[in-house]
């Protein structure tokens, strides 16, 4: 009995001894980085994937409603200015964390989304303006 359960203790210590042996940690390690980097490139597919998804759910949602986001722009990490159209009129708004305002409202003969989009179509213009305006300044100065 002893003798038995000896050579069954020494069988166990050379099949842990041999397992050891055939373990290739660079093997494993090199397996280990692919997968990780399988894993980032889901991440960050699917975060492009639902990026666009809520794109197109926020422009659906602009062309089936009569409220109608058209611009956001942040102020800073807990505040923001939006340009919306609520049935034709345009309305600016902000939001910070004390709340939402209504900043101004349009008169209702200003078509702010074709303004807005006659602005986002000539950006050359704003720069030339600027620019004429900083050779105005330039000109007063010297």
């Keep these: ?3 038995l359960a ?3 203790a020494l069988a166990e210590f050379t099949t842990q001894e041999a397992i050891g042996q055939s373990y290739n940690y660079w093997g494993q390690f090199v397996n280990m980085l ?3 980097g399988f894993i980032l490139v889901l991440i960050c597919i699917s975060v492009y994937v639902l990026k666009r998804m809520m794109r197109s759910r926020i422009q659906h949602l602009n062309k089936s409603t009569g409220i109608k986001i058209l611009e956001r722009r942040a102020l800073n990490s807990k505040s923001s200015l939006y340009l919306i159209d609520v049935l034709g009129k345009g309305v600016l708004i902000s939001e910070s964390a004390s709340g939402i305002q209504v900043v101004t409202e349009f008169p209702s003969d200003v078509k702010v989304e074709e303004k807005l989009d006659e602005l ?9 303006s600027f620019a004429k305006k900083l050779r105005r300044l ?3 100065n010297a």
């Design 120 to 128: 986002l179509e000539e950006p050359t213009a704003i720069r030339e």
């Design 138 to 140: 330039a000109s007063k």
């Design 34 to 36: 692919i997968t990780l």
């Design 1 to 3: 009995m002893i003798f």
């Design 6 to 8: 000896e050579e069954s």
